[in-house]
């Protein structure tokens, strides 16, 4: 029998859950400096996106468009940043990440480019309501 699904450790430190579709848990981060979600397949011990059968690659992908819609839609960015990278946290997740040419750290990635920040609890709330009615 197969492991059951569980969230990185860190994945769940750093985000707030959002809702799930039909193969990904929609996360957020929980960092202001930029309207950031995270996409985790529910699927235990996945590390690549080669490592999801033909089938699952498929719905991944069509996630990560309704995400980045999503995202387009709420908060008009100038570029979408969307990335799989897990070097420091090895289960697999998509960033869809909301870029403007005012950010702390445009052009460049946002990883590193300022202390971490996390939202205040309202504007959590705010942000965590906003995105689980763009989803709904």
Not at 20 to 41: G, H, N, Q, S, Y
Not at 62 to 74: D, F, G, K
């Amino acid at each position: 029998m197969a492991d059951p699904f569980a969230l990185h450790p860190q994945l769940a430190a750093d985000t707030v859950a959002v809702t799930d579709l039909a193969l990904c848990r929609v996360l957020f981060m929980d960092e202001p400096a930029w309207p950031w979600i995270v996409l985790v397949p529910r699927r235990a011990n996945i590390r690549e996106i080669i490592d999801l059968p033909a089938p699952e690659r498929a719905v991944l992908m069509e996630e990560i468009a309704q995400a980045s819609a999503v995202m387009q839609r709420l908060f008009r960015p100038e570029k979408l940043n969307v990335a799989a990278l897990g070097n420091q946290t090895p289960q697999l997740h998509v960033h869809v990440i909301a870029r403007f040419a005012d950010d702390p750290a445009w052009p460049r990635p946002v990883w590193g480019v300022q202390p971490r920040q996390y939202y205040a609890v309202d504007a959590r709330a705010a942000r965590l309501a906003e995105l689980k009615a763009a989803f709904a």
